[in-house]
């Protein structure tokens, strides 16, 4: 038993860990030279928003999508091509001559999200027909994500520390080496598992879904250009139509990529909901939160004024109050309950956000605040999985709580474009009179609004929401959500559920 223990995490884990690892950096170690980026790019702080709407949405797409895939031909295959697309992709990002280029590339970045849900599958695949393929199974979750966590705050740190030292091209081939090496390691050590299972992908549901979520986003994306416009009306509202539409495909569908009759349970669908209203803080508000850091108050008079090293020492912390938040939440949830804690949770990122509108004029001010909000984020991310998961039929545990992370993505992506309109509104001006590069002080306040303001109506979800929701069969299940094996969040899209869907799920463990 102990052999096989060993030969799982020493073997197929270790080199999971690798990938994880780089997985981490790549959420971490851009965060603190996005001032340096968009400077190079010679754009508007504010459009550095846009970029990271492009990669939540492709994400949002491309977890359900590629998961299945990897169930269909070898969780190996698919997870080595997202790794040689992610390789190009950060190469790309490296070398992109023009801000489209660069968006274009970020965008096709967003294929490292479906590596922790493919990793945890070839755990499974592995360890299930041993005799302790559940304890396996999550002993060597938990071992990725450990390293995913070190990987966050290791490249937010060491992102900041490379930017001063290099120049920015050389600095950002970085993580496009890590991947590469992460590539290698896979392809020499990790397997083919040989399992394969049954289904087919909802090209239809995924078709209609990626023309509505562009049509929306394409549509504020002219409003960096022209304004709000009848086009731009025309096409959020087509956008809207096309979601209907989706819909009704779903019912129709055998396989479909989102189970909308599930999702119209009383028990799951305010998850769900409050999953979409949190994603809106934590994977659209990290671009902002670098951006005001690294704002030069001599220049606008406002902002922190803060080098790339210095900035990455505020993201690491909150990073850290991130992974805090999780690990505390499933411990006073047992002295507690669950949905008080998540209901505190909630109100601790609300209060958070909402405290940076007085108090942003100091590096404390900030860091206590984002604290703040970290370790209520840190809380949310890690549990509502699990409440879903809870909330749902047992055989249908998987595609429930991963439904949480895709509406927890979209509700970034949008949040991220309406930043960015927020933040090009009534531009600075530098004390000589010139319009500054920086973002507007009313769109990082309109910004911090939203980020407290929608974790509020979340807490007001959670009030509402029947008991049951975070009932489970077991205590575990939701004591569980808190440690490593049930996902860990980080700035970024990335604290991925996997949505196996695949015979025998109901006795994977959560």
Avoid at 18 to 34: A, D
Avoid at 188 to 199: F, N, Q, S, W
Avoid at 279 to 300: I, K, N, Y
């Amino acid at each position: 038993m102990t052999r096989s223990r060993t030969a799982l995490a020493g073997g197929v884990v270790g080199a999971l860990v690798v990938v994880e690892g780089v997985s981490g950096v790549l959420q971490g170690y851009y965060t603190p030279l996005f001032t340096d980026i968009a400077r190079h790019l010679e754009i508007n702080d504010a459009d550095i928003n846009w970029f990271e709407a492009a990669q939540l949405l492709l994400s949002s797409i491309a977890v359900p999508v590629l998961a299945r895939l990897g169930d269909m031909v070898g969780h190996r295959k698919v997870l080595i091509a997202s790794l040689i697309l992610t390789m190009i992709a950060s190469f790309g990002i490296a070398f992109a001559p023009t801000f489209p280029w660069f968006v274009t590339a970020w965008a096709l970045q967003g294929f490292y999200v479906v590596w922790l849900p493919l990793n945890v599958a070839i755990i499974f695949s592995r360890a299930r027909h041993r005799p302790d393929g559940a304890a396996l199974t999550r002993k060597g979750a938990g071992i990725i994500v450990v390293a995913l966590q070190a990987g966050a705050i290791f490249g937010a740190l060491a992102g900041g520390q490379m930017g001063e030292l290099l120049p920015l091209w050389a600095a950002l081939c970085v993580p496009a080496v890590l991947v590469s090496v992460a590539l290698i390691v896979v392809i020499a050590k990790v397997p083919d598992t040989g399992e394969r299972g049954g289904g087919t992908i909802d090209t239809r549901g995924t078709s209609v879904l990626t023309i509505a979520l562009l049509a929306i986003m394409g549509g504020l994306s002219l409003v960096r250009l022209d304004g709000i416009t009848v086009w731009v009306v025309a096409m959020v509202l087509i956008g809207i139509a096309l979601l209907w539409v989706f819909i009704k495909v779903e019912q129709r569908t055998e396989h479909p990529l989102v189970d909308i009759t599930m999702l119209k349970s009383p028990a799951l669908w305010p998850v769900v909901v409050t999953a979409g209203l949190f994603g809106v803080s934590v994977l659209g508000a990290q671009g902002p939160l670098s951006t005001f850091a690294r704002t030069d108050p001599a220049e606008v008079g406002y902002g922190l004024g803060l080098g790339s090293a210095t900035a990455s020492y505020l993201i690491g912390a909150y990073v850290m109050s991130l992974l805090v938040g999780a690990g505390v939440f499933a411990k006073i949830s047992t002295m507690t309950s669950p949905r008080l804690v998540l209901i505190g949770a909630s109100g601790l990122v609300g209060a958070g956000y909402l405290a940076l509108i007085p108090f942003h004029d100091t590096f404390v001010m900030v860091l206590s605040c984002m604290v703040v909000a970290g370790f209520g984020s840190g809380a949310l991310v890690a549990a509502l999985p699990a409440a879903a998961a809870s909330a749902a039929p047992p055989q249908h545990t998987g595609v429930a709580a991963g439904l949480t992370n895709t509406t927890k993505t979209i509700g970034g992506a949008f949040a991220s474009a309406a930043f960015a309109i927020a933040l090009s509104t009534g531009v600075a001006v530098t004390a000589t009179g010139a319009a500054s590069t920086a973002g507007s002080m009313s769109g990082y306040i309109t910004v911090w609004a939203i980020c407290g303001g929608t974790a509020l109506v979340a807490m007001a979800f959670l009030f509402a929401m029947p008991k049951v929701a975070f009932a489970s069969s077991s205590d575990a299940l939701v004591a569980e959500a808190g440690v490593p094996a049930g996902g860990v969040p980080i700035p970024g899209p990335t604290s991925e559920v996997p949505d196996y869907d695949r015979p025998g799920k109901e006795e994977e463990p959560r």
